[in-house]
């Protein structure tokens, strides 16, 4: 190993540190913080590969971040016409990593992994053209009576129609 290399890791060791982990817990993720910035991404294949309207990532140089346990459990998807490496648990399925061809020192990885801040707050907004019209855009909610813990986008109410001699007005 060459002395840069050594002093990177020095200076990586001094960091503070945050772990991630899978939904069963068999592998463990760690970066330095803060890391280097965080996403929302609405893509498509982010939705597929999470199965939800979108993703928060965030993004770590790969010189910052390693396995700390269960890499025996890591699956990987190569997606080789798009440039693209997508890493599971090979136990329960969590999506753990994602990498792309035009950025290869960089690592991404889920921000809901992470239990402790990552020094970043997800400002940018990938793919926003692909938004859902079914994902939750902060709309007022409120208590669903009868189920404990529901909440619920109540309908609009129709505005009375004002009418003058029997026929609406526009």
């Given at each position: 190993m060459n002395d840069a290399k050594k002093t990177a890791r020095a200076r990586?060791?001094?960091?503070?540190?945050?772990?991630?982990?899978?939904?069963?817990?068999?592998?463990?993720?760690?970066?330095a913080v803060p890391v280097f910035?965080?996403?929302?991404?609405?893509?498509?294949?982010t939705r597929r590969a999470h199965g939800a309207a979108y993703a928060?990532?965030?993004?770590?140089?790969?010189?910052?971040?390693?396995?700390?346990?269960?890499?025996?459990?890591i699956a990987r998807y190569e997606d080789k016409e798009a440039g693209r490496i997508r890493s599971f648990c090979k136990r329960c399925g969590t999506p753990l990593m994602y990498e792309r061809a035009h950025s290869p020192k960089m690592?991404?990885?889920?921000r809901a992994l992470f239990q402790g801040r990552t020094g970043r707050?997800?400002?940018y907004h990938i793919a926003i053209?692909?938004?859902?019209?079914?994902?939750?855009?902060?709309?007022?909610?409120?208590?669903?009576?009868?189920?404990?813990?529901?909440?619920?986008?109540?309908?609009?109410?129709?505005k009375k129609q004002l009418e003058i001699d029997g026929l609406p007005l526009a």
């Open positions: 990586n060791a001094s960091l503070p540190h945050v772990s991630a982990r899978c939904l069963c817990g068999a592998v463990e993720l760690e970066v910035w965080a996403w929302h991404d609405h893509s498509a294949a928060t990532y965030v993004g770590v140089w790969k010189s910052k971040f390693r396995v700390a346990n269960g890499e025996a459990n690592i991404n990885i889920p707050e997800p400002l053209e692909e938004l859902q019209e079914w994902t939750y855009l902060g709309e007022s909610l409120g208590p669903l009576k009868g189920y404990p813990g529901v909440v619920w986008t109540r309908p609009k109410r129709k």
